[in-house]
């Protein structure tokens, strides 16, 4: 999961607020780190997602994210000799 962009000493240090970007709260991130661990969340396991995407899209999008296997990502290799 991607928090989004959370305030905080490194944001702070590379004056991130200033540049004008939208930051996000900590509760939003808090908040779908704990969606993540429902069981209607069960689907989104081992998929990418970011704190900032509305939770009832996600949810309404379940059977294509599945069907299609998206929100994935992976490295596929055969390594050595077969």
Known sequence: ??????????TKLHHVPEMGFIMDSPELAGGMALFLLTP???????????????????????EEIVKEHLLVS???AKLGKN
């Open 1 to 10: 999961m991607h928090p989004g962009v959370v305030e905080s000493g490194v």
């Open 40 to 62: 209607e969340a069960e689907f989104l396991r081992g998929r990418w997602c970011s704190a900032n995407w509305k939770v009832d899209e996600l949810v309404q999008m379940q």
């Open 74 to 76: 992976g490295l596929h």
